[in-house]
């Protein structure tokens, strides 16, 4: 954006074209950032395979802590992507509102490559399920819920929730004023998030209404409901050689968070499309505040 450009002689079409490849040329420029970005998930799929995985699609509770590994590096990740994208070029875009930059092309042209990135580290945190199968010699779910496999459906799930956190540091991007407080803001909001899980914790009352405002929440629950976490038995009932409790008692609740994991499509297409929901609500309280920069005398 750096460019002089009329952007009140050409067309929205137009100008979303230009400011697309302009900010593809920002990203491949910062190779730091990229680098980071691209080896982010890189080392946590490694971490998910060499420790959270070993006796993960074994037990109930290692299958869940394998997915809230996979559902915190997604979040930080997507967070990372994009929590600095405006604020760094808050003075450019104040100087190209002047020459008529259109908001919502501007914002829409970040949120596409945003997109691109976000499948590419998707995909590298799949392979992690393949990973833990591999190393550990465990087996995946035989089958999908909705695909015929269940890799399809844990990618689905984690771009989803990755690029629901991307929107919402670029919406975060929109309303701070400094790089820095971006920066800090960062870890809190991953901490708030992952508290909020329902994982960590035991929530009720008010806190566990919070949870559903939360994508941490979403995330665990896609990538429960397709590991069918609510199959595994205990880890005591391993140990032990026991027989497995929900098959002695198959009406007894193992965990007020059971209902979380319910293996289904019904659940699944609705956690898909609440995450798709935050990503667009996200985007577009972005654009709303992005407004802000034109009123901006600081």
């Given at each position: 954006?750096?460019?002089?450009?009329?952007?009140?002689?050409?067309g929205?079409?137009?100008?979303?074209?230009?400011?697309?490849?302009?900010?593809?040329?920002?990203?491949m420029?910062d190779?730091?950032?990229?680098?980071?970005?691209?080896?982010?998930?890189?080392?946590?799929?490694?971490?998910?395979?060499?420790?959270?995985?070993?006796?993960?699609?074994?037990?109930?509770?290692?299958?869940?802590?394998?997915?809230?590994?996979?559902?915190?590096a997604?979040?930080?990740?997507?967070?990372?992507?994009?929590?600095?994208?405006?604020?760094?070029?808050?003075?450019?875009?104040?100087?190209?509102?002047?020459?008529?930059l259109?908001?919502?092309?501007?914002?829409?042209?970040?949120?596409?490559?945003?997109?691109?990135?976000?499948?590419?580290?998707?995909?590298?945190l799949?392979?992690?399920?393949?990973?833990?199968?591999?190393?550990?010699?465990?087996?995946?779910?035989?089958?999908?819920?909705?695909?015929?496999?269940?890799?399809p459906?844990?990618?689905?799930?984690?771009?989803?929730?990755?690029?629901?956190?991307?929107?919402?540091?670029?919406?975060?991007?929109?309303?701070?004023?400094?790089?820095?407080?971006?920066?800090?803001?960062?870890?809190?909001?991953?901490?708030?998030?992952?508290?909020?899980s329902?994982?960590?914790?035991?929530?009720?009352?008010?806190?566990?209404?919070?949870?559903?405002?939360?994508?941490?929440?979403?995330?665990?629950?896609?990538?429960?409901?397709?590991?069918?976490?609510?199959?595994?038995?205990?880890?005591?009932?391993?140990?032990?050689?026991?027989?497995?409790?929900?098959?002695?008692?198959?009406n007894?609740?193992?965990?007020?968070?059971?209902?979380?994991?319910?293996?289904?499509?019904?659940?699944?297409?609705?956690?898909?499309?609440?995450?798709?929901?935050?990503?667009?609500?996200?985007?577009?309280?972005?654009?709303?505040?992005?407004?802000?920069?034109?009123?901006?005398?600081?």
């Amino acid at each position: 954006m750096g460019e002089k450009q009329e952007w009140q002689r050409i067309g929205a079409w137009q100008e979303f074209q230009v400011l697309t490849e302009q900010y593809f040329r920002i990203l491949m420029s910062d190779k730091r950032n990229l680098m980071v970005s691209l080896l982010f998930p890189v080392l946590a799929a490694a971490i998910e395979v060499g420790i959270a995985g070993k006796d993960m699609f074994y037990t109930f509770e290692n299958t869940k802590s394998g997915c809230f590994v996979l559902v915190s590096a997604a979040i930080w990740g997507g967070l990372f992507n994009s929590i600095q994208t405006v604020v760094r070029e808050r003075d450019n875009i104040k100087r190209a509102y002047v020459t008529g930059l259109r908001f919502y092309c501007y914002i829409f042209s970040r949120a596409l490559l945003q997109l691109a990135l976000c499948v590419i580290q998707s995909f590298v945190l799949t392979l992690s399920f393949l990973g833990v199968s591999a190393v550990w010699d465990h087996n995946l779910p035989s089958q999908g819920i909705i695909f015929s496999g269940v890799l399809p459906e844990f990618f689905v799930t984690i771009l989803l929730l990755m690029y629901a956190a991307d929107m919402m540091g670029l919406m975060i991007s929109c309303i701070v004023r400094k790089t820095e407080t971006a920066n800090v803001l960062a870890p809190y909001i991953l901490i708030v998030q992952l508290i909020f899980s329902g994982i960590l914790f035991k929530l009720e009352d008010t806190s566990k209404m919070i949870s559903y405002l939360m994508i941490s929440r979403w995330g665990m629950e896609g990538l429960g409901s397709s590991c069918n976490v609510n199959h595994y038995p205990l880890r005591i009932e391993r140990s032990s050689k026991m027989k497995p409790v929900y098959e002695v008692f198959p009406n007894l609740d193992l965990s007020s968070s059971d209902s979380m994991f319910d293996h289904n499509s019904e659940h699944l297409l609705k956690v898909w499309l609440i995450l798709l929901v935050f990503s667009i609500v996200f985007l577009v309280v972005g654009d709303l505040l992005l407004h802000r920069v034109s009123r901006d005398t600081r």
